[in-house]
């Protein structure tokens, strides 16, 4: 840890080993649960999924494509209602595909119920959502995880993809911020 | 039949892959300082696995953004011109770039995107490549980083694909030549 993350980083709440190691497992639980399907369709939410994405795609047997999707929020207030903007759609159509979504973290459930109803009407041949990190006492709608790698508290978390703006965003453990860090 | 069935060689073992990506990191930390708050660029889709373990040995103050591109089809290829599909999520204008490629091929994506970079007002501009095929180049193209020099073959795995498969290969393999002259 440098300097300047151990002075923001409060704790370490998962360290590379534990994600690792959970990562492996949801790799070969899809492994089993997919086993029978040559159309699997893993779709990243950029850009907090990226290295949960990586490292997911690279302990899996079956075979699958990897499409990413960007959104964007439309402003501050509108976080709370979950109307976000899709700034870049998949490359292929997801239709008749088994669409596996792999997002960071799902807080609110607003991005994810939002992604979910969008790519419902696409119709795939099947759909589910694997999530590295669900905060459920934030959870606003209720929303379904298939694959689910931790659940965590309520607290600022950064790193393996998640930062605080745009920092801390390639540490290889998840940490919890220091409340200074985000409340100046 | 297993992708692995269609691997004619293995040209890069996960195990040379994982030293070479950790002293690349190195590299990259002795060029920039914390300061420079070194801004890596990937080009997806194919540099998405390279990124996510190059980071992983980055010591100094970086941030990463994204960018996704796509030919216009036959035609265009020697031009180099592409679409960008999705643009970065912010001003570079003054900023460190370091862009981070899987492959430099022909060259001719990269110069069009360095170019297009660099009208953006950049402090400065480099190119972190995983591989590279000299043998096939084009155009003249400085790169800063480079993992490996490869030969002109088809290569998979680690983030590359043919037709969206074996980007999941945890090492550098040759394709088959049945595979792809289908």
């Not at chain 2, 269609?6 to 040209?11: F, I, T």
Request: aromatic content about 8%; hydrophobic content about 45%; overall charge negative.
């Amino acid at each position: 840890m440098t300097k300047q993350t151990s002075d923001a980083i409060e704790r370490v709440l998962l360290d590379e080993e534990k994600i690792t190691a959970r990562v492996r497992e949801l790799a070969a639980q899809i492994n089993t649960d997919y086993a029978d399907v040559d159309a699997l369709a893993l779709i990243g939410v950029l850009k907090g999924s990226f290295i949960f994405m990586a490292d997911l795609a690279r302990h899996l047997t079956v075979p699958h494509r990897v499409d990413f999707i960007a959104l964007s929020s439309y402003n501050r207030n509108t976080v709370s209602t979950g109307a976000v903007r899709l700034i870049m759609d998949t490359r292929f159509s997801v239709a008749g595909r088994h669409v596996l979504i792999v997002e960071d973290i799902v807080d609110t459930g607003y991005t994810l119920d939002y992604l979910l109803r969008t790519f419902r009407a696409r119709q795939p041949a099947s759909l589910r959502t694997s999530v590295f990190l669900s905060k459920p006492a934030r959870r606003q709608v209720e929303v379904p995880i298939d694959y689910l790698g931790f659940e965590i508290p309520d607290v600022w978390v950064v790193g393996y993809g998640l930062d605080y703006a745009d920092r801390f965003r390639t540490l290889p453990y998840i940490g919890a911020l220091k409340r200074e860090v985000y409340e100046k | 039949m297993g992708l692995r069935d269609n691997v004619a060689k293995v040209l890069i073992p996960e195990h040379t892959l994982r030293t070479r990506v950790a002293e690349l990191g190195q590299e990259i930390n002795t060029a920039y300082t914390d300061e420079d708050r070194v801004l890596l660029i990937c080009v997806l889709k194919g540099a998405f696995i390279f990124l996510a373990d190059l980071i992983r040995h980055l010591e100094i103050r970086h941030e990463v953004d994204f960018m996704e591109i796509s030919s216009y089809g036959a035609g265009t290829v020697s031009s180099g011109v592409v679409r960008i599909l999705l643009d970065l999520g912010q001003n570079i204008a003054g900023r460190h770039v370091l862009i981070v490629e899987d492959i430099v091929d022909s060259g001719n994506t990269l110069d069009y995107v360095t170019r297009n970079l660099r009208t953006r007002g950049p402090t400065s501009l480099r190119v972190c490549t995983l591989l590279s095929k000299p043998s096939r180049r084009e155009i003249d193209i400085p790169l800063d980083f480079v993992g490996f020099e490869v030969p002109d073959e088809f290569v998979i795995g680690y983030g590359l694909d043919f037709a969206e498969e074996y980007r999941n290969l945890p090492f550098i393999g040759v394709l088959k030549e049945e595979v792809y002259a289908e």
